[in-house]
T-cell receptor, first 117, second 113 residues
Framework: GAGVSQSPRYKVAKRGQDVALRCDPI?????LFWYQQALGQGPEFLTY????????KSGLPSDRFFAERPEGSVSTLKIQRTQQEDSAVYLC???????????????FGDGTRLSIL | DQQVKQNSPSLSVQEGRISILNCDYT??????FLWYKKYPAEGPTFLIS?????DKNEDGRFTVFLNKSAKHLSLHIVPSQPGDSAVYFC????????????FGEGTQLTVNP
């Protein structure tokens, strides 16, 4: 399909393990975002890439969280030494570059549901 | 601090009637406001947006109204259909496509046949 693709859809890990979550944005979208959504809440911003450059990582909750987008397309969110409070749905979104003042909305993938035991 | 708030966790309406979902915000620097619809186990789907320089935007059955002085926006769905049953999120953004979205908590809309 032509949408944002995330894998895996579900991930169960034991506390202390490292996990890696993948995001394939829509082709041609230069902007890529990661969000974390806790149960019953709205998504919360984690980090933003423009092409391969990580321009904003102010939402990452700790230094255990790391994101990369080395070739400006696929992105990986890595969580080291996972804790139970990391359990959430992790959403990836992408958007086109704004053109001539026309706002380009973000389009979301279906997310990865992470459960830490 | 919660910059975007949806004070109604749920709303139930009859098929064919109007659904009105509300959202309040505190940051006057937001430039765009968006509504997303979310089904269970799926990601949010973009519905409609409005620029802060406008007070209304319409797309088919969906209309968004913005009252800047009150820092309030609403989404109207007319007529409501059972397939509209989902969680609706209000979100606010800065000016460019590189701006993060700040979301409300969501409102569960149920449209009864």
């Amino acid at each position: 399909g032509a949408g944002v693709s995330q894998s895996p859809r579900y991930k169960v890990a034991k506390r202390g393990q490292d996990v890696a979550l993948r995001c394939d944005p829509i082709s041609g979208h230069v902007s890529l975002f990661w969000y974390q959504q806790a149960l019953g809440q709205g998504p919360e911003f984690l980090t933003y890439f423009q092409n391969e450059a990580q321009l904003d990582k102010s939402g990452l909750p700790s230094d255990r969280f790391f994101a990369e987008r080395p070739e400006g397309s696929v992105s990986t969110l890595k969580i080291q030494r996972t804790q139970q409070e990391d359990s959430a749905v992790y959403l990836c979104a992408s958007s086109r570059r704004s053109q001539r003042g026309s706002y380009q909305p973000q389009h979301f993938g279906d997310g990865t549901r992470l459960s830490i035991l | 601090d919660q910059q975007v708030k949806q004070n109604s966790p749920s709303l139930s309406v009859q098929e064919g009637r109007i659904s009105i979902l509300n959202c309040d915000y505190t940051n006057s620097m937001f430039d765009y406001f968006l509504w997303y619809k979310k089904y269970p186990a799926e990601g949010p789907t973009f519905l409609i947006s409005i620029s802060s320089i406008k007070d209304k935007n319409e797309d088919g059955r969906f209309t968004v109204f913005l009252n800047k002085s009150a820092k309030h926006l609403s989404l109207h769905i007319v007529p409501s259909q059972p397939g509209d049953s989902a969680v609706y999120f209000c979100a606010a953004s800065g000016r460019t496509s590189g701006s993060r979205l700040t979301f409300g908590e969501g409102t569960q809309l149920t449209v009864n046949p």
